[in-house]
């Protein structure tokens, strides 16, 4: 593809190496001829693939095997800054990250999106989340550990990353204690802070989850807030409080620092994009993935996953690429995406549709079976063979 631009030299510089950033930088870099640059900036050394840390809490995977060194992109023509972004001026598209300011003439941010743990006091010391990489291997000896009393997993929330996520961590956490015979002896429950499961999905979608919960005897109560936790207890915004042995949490979210400061940001802290093309009110940034608020016809936000995320970014690349070369884009993000709900033994059931629907998400669900399971392991190796 590359080679059909005689223009000056650009720079492209994306901000942010998850999913976003790197499927962004991995298309553009193809698309171009090398004398343009692509830049991509992260603060850690290592991309890590979170859609598998629940695989690394079920002991299917080890850290190692959902990793790779960013560093490895600089093989593919990539610059890769490792730094601290502090600022974002996109009136000139300039960046400062450790101080050092960087120029674009293309800006894309994938800059993700921060945990609030600190919204629910004694939560970060009470129980133990799976969606940082070493949360979800201490998480694998704590089930391991288990052999019998209560085990709570609550939604902190109900807005945060990835619907899925909760419900499959009590789906496989009952796999494994299954699997080590004590299932008998340990009670598992879920408290939601959101009304239904995967509710953007519809009600289809949640009907199944709950159904799914129900019959592996998970006790699933919604719309049930956690406030506070301390050893051993949680309380609740209707004033019970629950013991367990075992908390295991999904963190609300909040907007990332550097973006919410800039003035890219909503009067929420996300930045606003066009939904379809991604671009923000400044020419030449675009902004995609999980720092983003994109607006659905139910009122709503895009779930932020990984699937939306890397297909914001190739259309973002492309239309990145095309202005570079001279030619007409017009590559847009349509909506569409999918998501697994691992359910252990090996299945997963699949939830996939047009979320830009009118008047509602247009969402089919997929019942578990081994083929959905296969397809998240596409996924996993879609994004890290074929990226990193
Ligand atoms: C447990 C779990 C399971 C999930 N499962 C799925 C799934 O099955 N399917 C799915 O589609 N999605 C899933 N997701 C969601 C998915 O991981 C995210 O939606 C996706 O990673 C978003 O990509 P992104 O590029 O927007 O942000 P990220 O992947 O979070 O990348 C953002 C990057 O920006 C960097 N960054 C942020 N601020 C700065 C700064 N100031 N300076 C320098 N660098 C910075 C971060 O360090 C990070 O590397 C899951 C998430 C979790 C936590």
Known sequence: MAGRDGGPAR??????????????????????????????????????????????????????????????????????????????????????????QITADHLVVSLGADYATDTIPGLAGAGETFVTLAGAQRLKGAVAAVTRGRVLVVTAAPLYRCPA?????????????????????VDIALHSAEPAPMGVAGPNVSAAVTSLLAGRGIDYRPSHQ?????LGYADFADGQSEGFDLLVYMPPIRPPAVGAASPLAGATGWIEADRRTLATAFPGVYAIGDNTELPLSIGKPLPRAGVFAHRQALAVAGNIAASIQGRPGGASFDGHGGCFIETGFGKAGYGSGD?????????????????????????????LRRWL
């Open 11 to 100: 720079t492209t510089v994306i901000l942010g190496g998850g999913i976003g950033g790197v499927a962004a930088a991995g298309r553009l870099r193809r698309r171009l001829d090398r004398r343009h640059r692509v830049v991509l900036v992260n603060r850690e050394p290592d991309f890590t693939f979170a859609a598998s840390y629940l695989w690394v809490m079920s002991g299917q995977r080890r850290p190692d095997q959902v990793s790779r060194p960013l560093e490895s992109l600089r093989r593919r023509g990539i610059d890769v800054v490792f730094a601290d972004i502090e600022a974002i001026d996109p009136a000139s598209r300039t960046v400062t990250a450790d101080g050092r």
């Open 165 to 185: 996520a909760p419900y499959e961590a009590a789906l496989l956490i009952d796999a494994a204690l299954r699997r080590t015979g004590v299932r008998g002896s």
């Open 226 to 230: 956690i406030t506070a936790a301390g």
């Open 355 to 383: 979320f830009y629907a009118e008047p509602a998400p247009a969402v089919k669900v997929r019942p578990p079976s081994r083929r959905w399971h296969l397809g998240k392991i596409a996924f996993e190796y879609n994004v």
